[in-house]
């Protein structure tokens, strides 16, 4: 009786210490993505001084085979989602993405969401007076469930 109390209270402590353990969070995002990234510049029309209507006046749309990888802070990744582009994002501990760079009037805000760990939003947008520009990205994690 004394070894399987001896047995259970060992498997007990192992276990908490295993459990007590973080794993980084940032690890299950990490890897080759395909990214789907739409631009568009809208041009704003305004009728007696407010925001009537937006005439889009370029779109194009990329799709890039690119990556996800760790960042040197804590919760940082680092997307190479198109040729030429990079960003530097943050994460919450449920997928929320927020990027400094680019904060919201007033506050630091979500710039998109991991849904489970193969697919990421991210959406960018620009008000420049007269027209608007966003970018929105869509991933697709390689070899990861749909």
């Given at each position: 009786m004394k070894k399987i109390t001896l047995s259970l209270a060992i498997a007990i402590v192992i276990l908490l210490f295993f459990s007590g353990c973080d794993k980084d969070i940032r690890d299950k995002y990490i890897g080759d993505?395909?990214?789907i990234t739409e631009f568009k510049t809208e041009k704003?029309?305004?009728?007696?001084g407010y925001l009537h209507e937006l005439e889009i006046i370029r779109e194009d749309t990329i799709y890039f085979s690119g990556k996800i990888i760790l960042g040197n802070s804590e919760n940082e990744l680092l997307f190479h989602?198109?040729?030429?582009d990079d960003?530097?994002?943050?994460?919450n501990k449920n997928g929320g993405i927020y990027v400094p760079d680019y904060?919201?009037?007033?506050?630091?805000?979500?710039?998109g969401n991991f849904e489970g760990n193969n697919k990421v939003y991210l959406y960018f947008g620009w008000n420049y007076g007269d027209s608007?520009?966003?970018?929105s990205i869509i991933g697709t994690k390689k070899g990861g469930k749909k």
């Open positions: 993505w395909d990214f704003c029309i305004y009728f007696d989602y198109t040729q030429n960003i530097s994002t943050f994460i904060p919201c009037p007033g506050s630091a805000c979500t710039r608007i520009q966003s970018q």
